[in-house]
């Protein structure tokens, strides 16, 4: 994807976050995280677009966490939400293609990085408010989809504070039915997961191996599936159950 289609998407779903969580109210429980409220969804990702736009504007080359939220009454919230979204798209759609800045992921660039990680990160919790409200989610993309899965399996569960482990070498297979080149196989162990694409250009002989979980259905199922926020039986699922319940023990970031 172009990082102007990764903008586009953040735009959107951000804007729908906003809405959902306008429409729910403050004191709204988030399904996928029972610990939080509507206003706790909404000052994390608030947070989380200023914590960005720094990046992007300032080209800030270490790492920094994100800054305390304000003190704001429930009324202030979504207008403060909209506030930093907007900033965010705004920054990355001035940004210069020679941006230098720090990253936590593999990417072709750091304006590509933080662009593609903003999108996930809105859709994701676009779909966390949409849950909380009683929605009908808003369909993702394929494309879009397919890009979030290669994101969480070959991106986030790669580091080195992903729980997704196994005291002996298991495989996963992945493949979004609706996609094209959209397969994964992750060799799990005790060490980080390591994810490669087997299908298409990126073949490689993982292909050919055999998994002892496969999981197939729809790339925006898989999606919302790999983030905890759909259920597993909505997928095919062959092989080894007791990986389901390992990611959805800990697969959660």
């Known amino acids: 994807m172009e990082i102007t289609e990764f903008v586009e998407a953040l735009r959107l779903d951000g804007a729908l976050l906003a ?3 306008e ?3 403050p004191e709204a429980p988030i ?7 509507m206003r706790d969804l909404v000052t994390h990702v608030g947070r989380v677009h200023r914590w960005a736009t720094r990046y992007v ?3 800030l080359e270490q790492p920094s966490a994100p800054e305390a939220a304000p003190d704001l009454a429930d009324e202030e919230l979504v207008p403060w939400l909209r506030e930093g979204h907007h900033r965010l798209v705004v920054a990355l759609h001035e940004a210069p293609d020679s941006l230098t800045a720090w990253t936590f992921l593999p990417a072709p660039s750091p304006l590509a990085f933080w662009a593609r990680r903003q999108a996930h990160e809105t859709a994701i919790h676009r779909a966390d408010a949409q849950q909380a409200l009683g929605a009908t989610l808003t369909p993702l993309p394929r494309a879009f ?3 979030g899965i290669d994101e969480i399996l070959a991106g986030v569960h790669s580091q080195k ?3 997704v482990r196994t005291t002996e ?5 992945v493949r979004a039915t609706d996609a094209a080149d959209a397969e994964w196989t992750v060799q799990l162990s005790e060490a980080p997961p390591r994810t490669v694409r087997t299908s298409g250009e990126h073949a490689g002989t993982e292909a050919g191996e055999p998994a002892d979980l496969s999981v197939e259905g729809p790339a925006e199922t898989l999606y919302l599936t790999l983030w905890n926020r759909a259920p597993w039986k909505d997928l095919t699922v062959k092989g080894d159950e007791s990986l389901v319940r390992l990611w959805e023990e800990h697969g959660g970031i």
Do not use: F, N, Q, V
């Not at 399904?31 to 409220?37: G, I, L």
């Not at 070498?169 to 297979?173: F, G, H, Q, S």
């Open 145 to 147: 989809a397919a890009d």
């Open 31 to 37: 399904p996928a995280c029972p610990e939080w409220r």
């Open 161 to 163: 504070r992903s729980r």
């Open 57 to 59: 504007t300032e080209g």
């Open 19 to 21: 809405a959902a969580a």
């Open 23 to 25: 429409e729910a109210g």
């Open 169 to 173: 070498p298991k495989t996963l297979r």
